[in-house]
């Protein structure tokens, strides 16, 4: 089991999908209401001048404190064959940097003497107005927050229909309020769920139910494509090719190691992560009957349990929403509403799953974010061969070879865009979203934004039609070993003739 790095990353990493403001400008239409992703307001200490996140972003200055002593303690845990001394270092380090965010056992209630940020946008002109919200919180209780907030926008507006688009969790908070508020339906012009994070995250239902692994191939890929540092990429990747990346992270995985993080992961998820319905939400339904057992105990169902109010309320949003989400979309377009799905792909997921061989967007797998899009594998493309598997009047397939859209639950209104990750939001990006929402679009409404899209090479605010692309050549050890040599006697030669000067 490669635990270690997987908990590291986890914890450090968890959930890059901030809300992000409208950038394009547009003319009178429908009020446009945004649901942020997580993020979208600061939850921070009461009394606290400088409001530290509590919890996103997380608080990098307690974390590099407690890390700077993990080492001495792991190597003090293996030698005296004593978890506990490796498992107090990590809980106290995850404590101390997002503890006090925990909320009590009935997921509303703040535990700790915290407050949250104003919500600093709510009507940004031009028809475009944003809802924020408390990330920590339960979708259906922030779906009766946004009701409030619509009433606003319709008395503000003085119109009563309106264009929803709701962005990661935000698209959560968006079919919980479409499940409790069918009557809105009528409403609704367009629904717009960009790269939704709705059908769960793999490997936060693999943290939550124990299940979790790690791909130290995956773990390459990431950090090429997220660090975006040559030399980072070219030095983990030979250690990946020589096996000595393997080998380091059997050193961390001693069994005192591995007691130590299990015990510390378990502790962290049931008294921080677990308390928040937000993290729940990114569990899976093959994962969570058993992510309940295994944070809460067999007796997660009793009426008389601590949690009780709260897993009643995860429990509800899974069984009514989460589950029920494709039947409340293909309703509601059957009632009129222009319902609509943006998706990414072209990045590895987070290494800290055993679906780390999937497409996605660094966070989401492309297949759930599209609701059924037939997929390749990471680094290949569907079989030679293969046929389009529904509707071969329209060419639903991608020119890489990687993605059958047909088979999506929303074939004609998804729109996948490769070499985005799940938080970019290039200038085009906003604008697109406009054009679906307003003109009604389908993808075959115009030739500017087909089915497939993509990232512009040479210009990284804009988009265009996907085309095919040769790969990227794969260079072998030798090569790569010449790389490095290279560029340490860059390195090494840069700083003599600094010193020099």
Same mark, same amino acid.
């Given at each position: ?32 209401? *945004?649901?942020?992703?997580?993020g979208?307001? =600061? ?12 919890? *996103? #972003? ?15 303690? =792991?190597? /003090?845990?293996?030698?005296?064959? /004593? #978890? ?5 270092? !990590? ?9 006090? =965010?925990?909320? &009590? ?20 002109g ?26 606003w ?22 079919? +919980? ?9 009528d409403?609704?012009?367009?629904v ?5 994070? !709705? ?6 239902? /693999? ?36 096996? +000595? ?29 677990g ?5 729940w ?5 093959e ?20 949690? =009780?109010k709260?897993?009643?309320?995860i429990?509800?949003y899974?069984?009514k929403?989460?589950?029920?989400a ?16 943006? +998706? ?12 780390g ?31 389009q598997?529904?509707? #071969? ?11 059958d ?5 929303? #074939? ?36 500017? *934004? ?9 210009d990284g ?10 790969? /990227?050549?794969?260079? &072998? ?21 600094n010193?020099?000067?």
């Open positions: 089991m490669k635990k270690f790095l997987c908990i590291m990353l986890t914890l450090v990493m968890i959930f890059p999908c901030i809300g992000t403001a409208f950038a394009a400008e547009t003319e009178d239409h429908l009020p446009q209401i *945004y649901v942020s992703g997580i979208s307001r =600061a939850v921070y200490e009461v009394g606290d001048p400088d409001k530290t996140s509590l919890f *996103y #972003p997380i608080n990098g200055e307690a974390m590099v404190e407690n890390l700077s002593n993990f080492g001495r303690y =792991a190597e /003090e845990a293996i030698e005296k064959n /004593e #978890p506990d001394i490796l498992y107090n270092c !990590l809980y106290s380090w995850m404590w101390d940097t997002m503890g006090k =965010a925990a909320l &009590d056992t009935d997921g509303i209630t703040n535990k700790f003497n915290v407050t949250i940020d104003p919500c600093p946008l709510d009507y940004e031009n028809g475009k107005y944003t809802f924020n919200y408390d990330s920590r919180l339960d979708p259906v209780d922030l779906a009766h927050q946004l009701y409030e907030y619509v009433g926008v319709k008395e503000h507006s003085g119109q009563d229909r309106y264009e929803l688009i709701g962005s990661s969790y935000g698209t959560s908070v968006i079919a +919980a309020y479409m499940y409790e508020y069918e009557s809105e339906w409403n609704m012009d367009s717009l769920l960009c790269v939704p994070s !709705l059908p769960g995250v793999d490997f936060v239902g /693999e943290l939550f139910s124990g299940t979790f692994n790690f791909d130290s191939d995956v773990l390459t890929d990431f950090v090429k494509y997220m660090l975006g540092n040559e030399d980072v990429d070219l030095l983990i990747g030979i250690l990946n090719k020589t096996g +000595a990346l393997e080998k380091i992270l059997e050193y961390f995985l001693e069994p005192v190691a591995q007691v130590a993080l299990m015990k510390a992961v378990n502790a962290i998820v049931h008294d921080i992560f308390t928040f319905p937000s993290m939400t990114f569990v899976q339904d994962y969570f009957y058993a992510a309940l057992e295994r944070v809460y105990g067999e007796d997660y169902a009793s009426p008389d349990h601590s949690h =009780a709260l897993i009643e309320k429990t509800y899974h069984e929403v989460m589950v029920g494709p039947d409340i979309f293909l309703a509601a377009q059957e009632k009129g509403v222009h319902m609509n799905i943006i +998706a990414k792909y072209g990045y590895p997921p987070m290494p800290l799953s055993n679906s061989n999937v497409i996605s967007d660094s966070l989401v797998d492309l297949e759930d974010a599209s609701y059924g899009a037939t997929c390749s594998m990471r680094d290949s493309t569907l079989p030679e061969g293969y046929k598997k529904l509707y #071969p009047e329209y060419n639903m397939l991608s020119a890489d070879g990687c993605v859209a047909s088979t999506c639950l929303l #074939p004609f209104n998804t729109w996948i865009i490769k070499d985005l990750k799940h938080e970019e939001k290039p200038t085009e990006y906003w604008e697109m979203l406009d054009v679906i929402v307003y003109d009604n679009i389908d993808v075959n409404s115009t030739e500017k *934004y087909p089915q497939f899209m993509q990232k512009c090479p040479t605010e804009k988009l265009e039609p996907l085309t095919f692309r040769e790969a /990227e050549p794969v260079t &072998d050890l030798i090569q790569d070993l010449i790389r490095l040599l290279t560029r340490l006697v860059e390195i090494f030669t840069q700083l003599i003739n010193y020099i000067r």
